[in-house]
């Protein structure tokens, strides 16, 4: 994670360098662990190398609009998900997955990433379908039935981001957020 988080640093400081100072410092061993007790599950090792370098944003502006969570702010989205599916507003519910995903609607082991205004959120799933990998980030949408597999482990969903900057497949918008060439919202009139 390192080398990956070297990378889109480096991009950003010549690039994005108000981004890149929106990172919040990493999180210790201790918070991490906390972390893990209070959802009651073991994060994989990638995830918690990349906590130690980066806990969160202050703002959404490295991942297209998606808020980039701090530890406790995982454990809080967490919760409040984890209270749903506790008072069983999921049970008859079953999703769409497209991937190796579960059907369940939400699943506690899946452990969010980002969040933004609707309540949305790309997740860690520590529990995938067969064919899946533990770490693989999924979607998870609160009205939507549908789930994608967004990168097949946590390493690939920032490698993604790092080789997409390098290619100059991101630019920087009005609101000095990174937004994919294309992407849904890159809405520039040319």
């Given at each position: 994670m390192q080398q990956v988080w070297e990378r889109i640093e480096r991009w950003l400081s010549r690039?994005?360098?108000?981004?890149?100072?929106?990172?919040?410092?990493?999180?210790?061993?201790e918070e991490i662990r906390r972390a893990e007790g209070l959802i009651g599950c073991e994060f994989p090792d990638v995830f918690k190398q990349s906590q130690i370098i980066h806990n969160g944003a202050r703002t959404c502006s490295l991942l297209e609009y998606w808020d980039f969570l701090s530890l406790t702010e995982i454990v809080t989205a967490w919760n409040l998900l984890r209270d749903c599916y506790d008072r069983g507003f999921f049970e008859e519910a079953q999703s769409n997955p497209r991937g190796p995903i579960r059907r369940?609607?939400?699943?506690?082991?899946?452990?969010?990433?980002t969040s933004e205004p609707s309540g949305n959120h790309l997740c860690m799933d520590l529990a995938p379908a067969d064919g899946g990998q533990?770490?693989?980030v999924i979607s998870w949408y609160h009205d939507d039935?549908?789930?994608?597999?967004?990168?097949?482990?946590?390493?690939?969903?920032?490698e993604q981001l790092a080789t997409g900057l390098e290619a100059g497949i991101f630019f920087i918008d009005e609101e000095g957020v990174l937004i994919r060439k294309g992407g849904?919202?890159?809405?520039?009139i040319e």
């Open positions: 690039n994005a360098p108000t981004v890149l100072v929106g990172l919040h410092d990493g999180a210790t061993a369940e609607w939400w699943n506690p082991r899946w452990i969010p990433l533990r770490g693989q039935a549908l789930r994608d597999l967004v990168a097949p482990t946590y390493e690939a969903w920032w849904p919202e890159d809405r520039r």
